[in-house]
Each structure stands twice: as C-alpha cells, then as structure tokens.
C-alpha cells in the first residue's frame, strides 16, 4: 500500500515532464517565426527597391519632356483674325448700347447690387451672322434679337388670321352634314339581300315579256313565298311538290322537242321565277334539285303519258319516303327518349317535334311541355292549342322568361330548317339563344331533322347569310287589354324617320357545341357527323341507269 508522500512524488515527476515538452515546442515555434520573419523583410526591401527604380524612371521621362516643351516657338497670330477679332468686338459694344436702350425705365431705375451682379450668369450674345465662326466658346446657333423674334410673331398672327378667316367663309358655303345613325346601322346588314315588297303580276309579266309563260300553280306558289303565307318548311316543301305534279300532269309537249329538253328548259325556268319571289332554303332547294334530276332521267322510250305518270310517282315517292315517312321515324325515335316526369321546353313550331310529343302522349306517358314562342312568328300558339287538345299539361311563355323557367326543365327539343356540313344547325330566329341558354345550365338539346333539310353549306354566324323578312311584322303589334286584342301601329310611320332601321331576320345559327343530338329518319347522330351522314344518304339517293323503274331511297 502506497503512502500519501510516496503519491506525491509520483505527481510530481510526472508534470515536471510534461513542462518540458511545452518549452520544448515553444523554442522551436519562436525559431520558426524568427526564419520567416527574415524572409518577409528580404523580400519587402526588395520590392521596395523596384518601386523606388520606377518612380526615377517617370521622374526623368517628365524632366525631357519639360526641357523638349521650352524648345518649341510658338505661332503667331494672322493679321485677319485680329481684324475679325476686332469686329466681333465692335459689334459687341453695338448690340449692348441697343440693349440698354431697349430696357425698361423701372429695371434702369433699380441698379443692380455688387453681389447681385457678380452672382448673377452673363448672357451669352448672339455673334455676327457674317463670321464663319463663333468666338470665345460662343455657339453660332443662339438665341435671335428681340426685334426679329417680333416680326416672326407678327408674320405668324397674320397667318393664323388668314386661316380663320378662310375657315370661317368654308363653314358659311358648306354647312357640316350630320351624321344618320340609320345609314350606319344599314351598312352593317348591307350584304344581305334587303326585304322588297314584290309584287307578284310584275314578276310574272317580266317572264311573259321574254316570252316565257308560268303555270298557274307555280304563280300560285311564288305569291305564297312572297307572302309567307304557309309557316314551317315541310309544308311549303309539300305545296311546291304538288304544284309540280299539277304541272306534269297538265302540261303539253312540242312536237319539234323531246320530253327532256322541254321538261328540262320549263323547271330551270320556273327554278328562276321562284328565287325572284324568295331565296330558298336548304329543304326547298334540295327539292328543286330531286325536280331537275328526275326530268333528267326520263326515259326517252316513254310516250308523253307513261312519262307524265312516271314522272308523278317519283314526286309522291319523295312526299311520302322524305318527308311524311321521316316524320314518322323522328317521332317514334324520339318519344322513346321521353321519360314520365320530364319538362320539355320547344322553340316555335316543328312539325317534326309536335308528331313526336303527340306519340309519346300516345305511349301515355305523363310530362309538361313548356311552348316558347318568338315574335314576329306565332307558330307556337298553334302547336300550343294542337297539343293541348289531346291532353299534353302545356306552358305558354315568350323568350324574355326562358332563364326563370330552365331550371325545371330535363330536355330541349327544338326544330331545324337546316343542318350545315359543320354540325351547325339553321333555325328560326331565337333557336340560338334557347340552344345557348340549355348549355350553359347543361341541359340535353335534342334537334329533329329530316335527311333532305341537310345541306353542303358551312356556316358559323347569322350575319355572313340570312333571309330578311318584312320589318312591317315588327312595327306592327297587338296590345291585349282586358282580355280583349287590340291592334294598335306603334310604327306606322317608322320609314320617315331617318335614324330608325327595323331588322328582321328570320334565321339564325346555333354552333353544334350547343347540340347534344340530331334525330333523323336514319337514326340519331351527333353534329360531328353531320358530313358523314349527308354523304351516306347522297349515294342511297343518287340516280343511275339500272334503277330508273324501282327507287329506293333507304
């Protein structure tokens, strides 16, 4: 067992050892730093010495460029710049006595102080204008003498006088014309064939003068365009029909001329006489057309009575496979989309879509039909009291409640004059908004549309192409008061006034995003495949050789 002293002795050693080893590093960081010391002053002194050999350098270089300087003889002055020197002078002591001349008795009253004039920048005067150049630092573009700036004020008063008085005696000879709002609004629509009021004995005594005659039926026809007598394009589609086979059926060849050619140059005419009574649509034209074709392929076999009976089964055949069949197919389509509990809102009056709501009625399904109608057409009060008749629960209403009424409604059915290769859909005016309004609350919009009414046209506004219908239907209208109608002309005299344009365009165009689905005869189709469609149904229709005596449309 070790002791306390024996410990201590211990210790002792021990930190005496580890004193050494600190003086030991200790030594050696100091001889190190003494090393480095050495040469850091070695290498100042030397920089030093360079920098001291510059500064001589630079210094010997400016002591001959001194002495180098004292050598050169300085050029004397020409006699004719102290001439000129002397004018600028002389002018300068003229330009100041006019000046002082010119000054105000108040400014020469009042002296300037000592401290004012020293403070105050000397103006710089204006040199001779007869020197090439401008002494003492002078700019030879300054500012003119008082007396010219007077004359160039003078000159331009009398100027602007001159003009006044010419504008003054311009307004006096030329009055302003005022601008008629009325013409601007007419130049907006002025591409669209503007509505005229025809009469019907003018146009058809234009074509006897070229010695072209028109039958009766056709006449009869014409006044009806012109008169808009018959509302919905099946039903006119139908009339022009009939008048022609009233025509095939009475007409008398000559005896120098075939049964094509005579056929052929009398439709192409009475073609012409109808497009001056009223532009046609899309159904009307592709009739016209079917018209031509079929006069086209008579066979020339036949005597003038097979021909004529021919010519009328082809006719009936149209009526009742393109029309009245297609109506029947749409109708039964569309009555099994219907559902029990629906609202169904229309637009105007279709054909097509009134067989349909009275074939779902027939199915005894239980639904409201909200009616809207648009004026001036009042079609839809006919297909309300149709429709109410054979017990559908109907709403009447105008366009102006449509977004109060959307709300309830589970489907849109809406009529079509004419569907584009574009999926647009040609209606009666106000068949866009209802289209649009559906839309936006994402409501189903179904169309129905018969394969005839297609058409090759590609249409995306209702400005580019419109029919204008007569502005009187417009200014003419009829107040209800007291249950009883009074018809009243709030516009009667609306022509005299020159600020005032009525426009009635009878169509519009509702873009097919707003479409949901088209139902035809051949089946319900999307917009999109409006093209295809029309194309499909062209080949079933087209004519040939080998089928003149059976034609099948489908």
């Known amino acids: 067992v070790t002791t306390q002293s024996t410990w201590d002795s211990i210790m002792s050693v021990n930190l005496s050892k580890t004193d050494a080893r600190k003086l030991r590093k200790e030594e050696q960081r100091k001889k190190k730093m003494e090393k480095l010391s050495k040469k850091q002053q070695e290498e100042t002194t030397e920089d030093e010495k360079k920098e001291e050999k510059k500064i001589e350098e630079v210094k010997k270089v400016e002591e001959k460029k001194i002495v180098e300087a004292s050598t050169i003889e300085i050029p004397k002055i020409d006699e004719k710049k102290k001439e000129d020197i002397q004018k600028i002078d002389g002018a300068k002591g003229e330009e100041r006595g006019k000046i002082e001349e010119k000054k105000e008795p108040s400014k020469l009253a009042s002296p300037k102080s000592k401290e004012e004039k020293v403070s105050s920048p000397r103006k710089k005067k204006a040199p001779d204008k007869n020197l090439d150049y401008a002494p003492d630092g002078m700019n030879a573009a300054e500012k003119e003498p008082e007396e010219k700036k007077e004359t160039a004020r003078g000159i331009k008063d009398t100027r602007d006088k001159k003009i006044e008085e010419k504008e003054q005696a311009s307004e006096i000879a030329v009055p302003k014309q005022k601008i008629i709002y009325g ?151 569309g009555a099994s989309l219907i559902q029990n509990g629906d609202v169904i809102l229309t637009f105007s009056r279709s054909a097509a879509v009134e067989e349909l709501i009275k074939k779902a009625k027939e199915m005894k399904k239980e639904f409201k039909v909200i009616v809207v109608e648009g004026r001036p057409d009042r079609g839809a009060r006919t297909m309300m009291e149709r429709l109410a008749k054979i017990g559908v629960h109907c709403v009447f209403t105008l366009t102006q409640s449509v977004l109060y009424l959307i709300k309830d409604v589970t489907k849109v059915l809406l009529g079509a004059t004419s569907l584009l290769t574009n999926g647009s859909l040609v209606g009666r005016i106000g068949t866009a908004m209802i289209a649009c309004i559906a839309h936006s609350y994402h409501k189903p919009v179904i169309a129905c549309c018969e394969t005839y009414k297609f058409s090759d046209k590609v249409q995306f506004d209702s400005l580019s192409h419109n029919l204008m219908g007569n502005p009187d239907y417009l200014a003419h209208s009829t107040i209800f008061i007291e249950q009883t109608s009074i018809k009243k002309t709030h516009l009667s005299n609306w022509q005299a006034s020159p600020n005032l344009v009525i426009v009635n365009p009878i169509y519009d165009v509702s873009p097919s995003e707003y479409i949901d689905m088209i139902i035809t005869e051949i089946g319900n189709i999307p917009p999109s495949s409006a093209q295809i469609a029309k194309s499909e149904v062209d080949k079933d229709t087209s004519f040939d050789q080998r089928s003149l005596h059976e034609f099948h449309f489908f």
């Open 183 to 333: 013409n601007v609004v007419r130049q907006a629509f002025s591409h669209l064939e503007q509505f005229q009021s025809k009469s019907i004995a003018d146009i058809i005594q234009e074509f006897e003068k070229e010695g072209k005659k028109i039958h009766w039926k056709i006449a009869q026809i014409g006044l009806n365009f012109i008169g808009g007598l018959t509302l919905g394009g099946n039903s006119k589609c139908i009339m022009l029909m009939n008048a022609f086979k009233e025509f095939f059926s009475e007409y008398t060849k000559p005896e120098d001329k075939t049964v094509r050619d005579y056929l052929g140059t009398t439709v192409k005419v009475y073609e012409q006489f109808l497009r001056r009574c009223r532009e046609f649509s899309a159904g009307i034209e592709n009739a016209i057309k079917y018209i031509k074709k079929i006069v086209s392929i008579v066979p020339p076999e036949r005597d003038d009575s097979s021909a004529k009976s021919w010519l009328i089964s082809k006719i009936d055949q149209f009526i009742e496979r393109r029309i009245v069949g297609a109506i029947d197919i749409i109708s039964e389509q």
